[in-house]
């Protein structure tokens, strides 16, 4: 079935530093794709977005180009602050499949230092 | 800005016992769905439910777990006998449409810990 991975954490950057969150994706169509993100004691949410490919989703200084020929959609910031320091979830919805439910990837832990 | 809420934050239990977890979906939202994160674990699907009923529903979601819209707010998940492998984070998420592209939003969570 269709799958996220997501590269392993914790990732510890210093404040300032340029931020890559590798996300590969297995799907048998043409998935949308979602960053997540979870500050400590919060919800997952939305952070971007991107529902074909070639599409650039982008928020708050973050951004994820969907690559259908590389089945990725890698997670960058040029510049990362402490604010930023949170868990990252990749995921895709399948619509083509008959469901709606969205897989997740395992989370990315992301600390930065000041 | 409309948000997912979810009560209560934390639930201790004991195994065998029955609880239920409630959350208040975006008001004009349609679609309703709860997920689960076992520490350490992916984000899991557990079921979605729209229009009464549920659309579909995972492994997981067996016997022991249900689903209901008791009013025009409140979306709960039951679990009748809970079991110590059910402990973990449970979020609802609600979305506005199925289509593949809309957004799920998400509630905070209830950390739900069985001993």
């Known amino acids: 079935g269709d799958s996220v991975t997501q590269m392993e954490g914790p990732v510890t950057l210093s404040e300032e530093a340029f931020l890559t969150i590798n996300c590969t994706y297995t799907?048998?169509?043409?998935?949308?794709l979602f960053w997540y993100v979870q500050y400590p004691g919060e919800g997952l949410q939305l952070l971007l977005k991107?529902?074909?490919?070639?599409d650039k989703g982008s928020n708050k200084g973050f951004e994820a180009t969907y690559r259908k020929e590389t089945t990725s959609f890698h997670l960058e910031k040029g510049s990362v602050q402490v604010s930023d320091s949170a868990v990252y979830f990749c995921?895709?919805?399948?619509?083509?499949?008959?469901?709606?439910?969205?897989?997740f990837g395992t989370g990315t832990r992301l600390k930065v230092l000041a | 800005e409309p948000e997912v809420t979810q009560t209560p934050s934390h639930q201790v239990t004991q195994m065998g016992q029955e609880v239920i977890l409630r959350c208040v979906p975006i008001?004009?939202?349609?679609?309703f769905y709860w997920y689960r994160q076992i520490l350490g674990q992916k984000v899991e699907f557990l079921v979605s439910?729209?229009?009464?009923?549920?659309?579909?529903k995972s492994e997981i979601f067996d016997d022991q777990f249900s689903v209901e819209r008791p009013d025009g707010s409140n979306f709960t998940l039951k679990i009748r006998s809970t079991k110590l492998e059910d402990s973990a984070m449970y979020f609802c998420?609600?979305?506005?449409?199925?289509?593949?592209?809309?957004?799920?939003?998400f509630g905070p969570g209830t950390r739900l810990l069985v001993l």
């Open positions: 008001s004009n939202h349609l679609y």
């Open positions: 991107a529902t074909k490919a070639d």
């Open positions: 998420a609600s979305s506005d449409g199925a289509g593949g592209q809309e957004t799920q939003y």
């Open positions: 439910f729209y229009n009464n009923e549920i659309s579909e």
């Open positions: 799907a048998t169509g043409y998935p949308s």
């Open positions: 995921a895709l919805s399948a619509p083509y499949t008959g469901t709606y439910k969205y897989i």
